[in-house]
């Protein structure tokens, strides 16, 4: 638990983030920001994930753990759909057709993905003399 504290501060600081920003994005108080970040009280899951999501990281960040060779984090489209995804929660309603489209763009791409994976090229078996 000790590198969520540090992760958690590093992360905050370098966006800027006061502890009272942190703490009202997340229903928390001040003090729970300041005991979580140096170690005195653990979070519950459903705050950690709060803190992950305001400040932009993945919960393997949080925790400093590497990400997964494949797949180990947000593409650029997830980011740009959890970015319009804030906009939206912020107020601004015009960003909905941004998700509609990166929604769909996201959908295309799994999709294609899953086609390549259930049929892999085949090449072609040289035989002698042909």
């Known amino acids: 638990?000790?590198?969520?504290?540090?992760?958690?501060?590093?992360?905050?600081?370098?966006?800027?983030?006061?502890?009272?920003?942190?703490?009202?994005?997340?229903?928390?108080?001040?003090?729970?920001?300041?005991?979580?970040?140096?170690?005195?009280?653990?979070?519950?899951?459903?705050?950690?994930?709060?803190?992950?999501?305001?400040?932009?990281?993945?919960?393997?960040e949080l925790r400093d753990e590497p990400k997964a060779a494949v797949g180990g984090g947000p593409s650029e489209v997830e980011r740009q759909l959890i970015d319009a995804a804030r906009r939206v929660q912020d107020g601004d309603h015009s960003a909905l057709a941004d998700m509609r489209?990166?929604?769909?763009?996201?959908?295309?791409?799994?999709?294609?993905?899953k086609t390549v994976a259930e049929h892999p090229k085949k090449t072609p078996v040289r035989r002698k003399g042909t």
Do not use: P
Not at 10 to 38: D, N, Q, W, Y
Not at 40 to 50: G, L, Y
Not at 101 to 113: F, G, K, N
């Open 1 to 60: 638990m000790l590198k969520i504290g540090r992760q958690m501060r590093k992360f905050r600081t370098a966006r800027g983030v006061t502890h009272r920003e942190l703490a009202l994005a997340c229903g928390v108080t001040e003090g729970t920001i300041s005991r979580i970040e140096t170690n005195k009280a653990e979070a519950m899951a459903s705050t950690m994930a709060a803190i992950a999501d305001y400040l932009g990281v993945t919960m393997d």
């Open 101 to 113: 489209r990166l929604t769909a763009a996201l959908a295309e791409s799994e999709s294609a993905a």
